[in-house]
């Protein structure tokens, strides 16, 4: 397996994938009793993939992280992808069952992926480090280190910095900084084409010679790394010695070990085919699952009902009515004035409108909300673009939500394959413009073919 363990001989290769399977059918056992031909072969069709991709071994790490975390009260949760896999379910990873809410495992893994899936595990910040110090301890201080990110100089910063170490006064640097318009998420501001687009920045550059210095010398550095300091959640495990394959230090602090390559040169989910072949581990401590945990200490200490995280009721109609009335404050992703103010007239009455309302509140979608709740409430007005999608998109009341829909869309419409719809995923959530290009050739192409007139391809 050329990502996880370089030296991994078929022989552990085996031992593994034994040691899934019996683990995988055990846990599946204890979560879904009945055991339907639909549960049997998903998960026969899931482990077929992981084995013959070599990641038994990042599984059966993950599952035990999970339940070592959940044996000593540590609040987690796996967010993505992941709640794709009937493996990841019965390994105790993710909570969801993905069969309930139609969740594709092409949506996580993929025989033609190149790179290894990716498990986003959260931690409750208090005790992120506890976590980090089981991983050292089991697998070995000198196999295991964070990641280490770089902060670089960016157009505004490299600006100012210029114009402070050339001993200007602080306002020529903030003057020629603030004529630079903020990028983009996914693209960034560039010095370049920033002169382009501000006409001020233009002026200042072409009529003061301090300021065309400053900016001249700024677009050399423009890019470089400034400093290093320890990514949020990222983590490696060598199998051997961590120094065979990155060069190590403390952070700066000087009381982590980090590597000195990022995660762009560590992780082969990144950069496939450039990277060294180290697996990261995405541990990410969030206060708000901090805050859950002290809830449920505090509450079983002064009640007799004990609350179990994994069991409570999703059809709670006293939440939803709470969530209707407005009442959202420490309710994580739902507290803000904006999404409160939405939730008041949705008036939620399951999960998968609160599960709607989250994916759309953030900018692009947004716009889609009024609609959302409109046809929520007024059934009459739901419709399909296309009469082949009332079969994934009745849940959403014919919107789409989620990246899911998206490349479920590309698979329907326009004839991909599994493989070529998560290419055209990762374009759009990776907001590769090329790439965007290319995919909108190809699906008004394969719509078209597919029975779809041009125009509404479009």
Known sequence: NKWFFPEYTLEKRKTANSQLNEIVWEGIKKRAPKLTTEIKTRINYELTIIRKKGFSTYFLIVSDLALWAHDRGIVTNTRGSTAGSMVAYALGIVNINPLVYDLPFERFL?????????????????????????????????????????????????????????????????????????????????????????????????????????????????????????????L?????????????????????????????????????????????????????LSILGSAIEIVNRQSKDKIDLVNIPLDDKKTFEMLSRGDTMGVFQLSGSGMTRYLKDLKPTRVEDLMAMVALYRPGPMAQIPE??????????????????????????????????VFTTAINIAGYTWEEADKFRKAVGKKIPQEMEKQKEKFIKGATANGMEEEKSE
Request: charge should be neutral.
């Open 110 to 234: 993929t025989p033609w992926r190149p790179s290894p899936p990716d498990i986003d595990f959260d931690i409750a910040d208090d005790r992120r480090e506890e976590v980090i110090d089981y991983f050292t301890k089991k697998y070995g201080k000198n196999k295991v280190a964070q990641i280490c990110t770089f902060g670089r100089m960016l157009a505004r910063g490299s600006v100012r910095d210029t114009a402070r170490v050339l001993g200007y006064p602080y306002s020529v640097g903030d003057r020629i900084s603030k004529a630079i318009p903020l990028g983009s998420q996914g693209f960034p501001m560039s010095i370049a084409r920033a002169i382009k687009s501000s006409p001020e920045l233009k002026d200042l550059y072409e009529r003061d010679n301090d300021s065309k210095l400053v900016i001249e010398l700024a677009r050399q550095i423009e890019g470089n790394a400034r400093h290093i300091s320890v990514h949020a959640a990222g």
């Open 236 to 288: 490696v495990i060598a199998p051997n010695e961590i120094t065979e394959y990155s060069p190590i230090q403390l952070d700066p602090e000087g009381k982590k070990i980090i590597t000195q390559y990022d995660m762009d040169a560590l992780d082969p989910n990144v950069s496939p085919g450039e990277a060294v072949g180290l697996l990261k581990f995405d541990l990410l401590g969030l206060r708000n």
């Open 372 to 405: 959302y709740i409109e046809r929520k409430n007024n059934p009459a007005k739901v419709s399909y673009f296309d009469p082949r999608m009332k079969d994934y998109l009745g849940k959403s009341y014919g919107l789409i939500v989620y990246q899911d829909d």
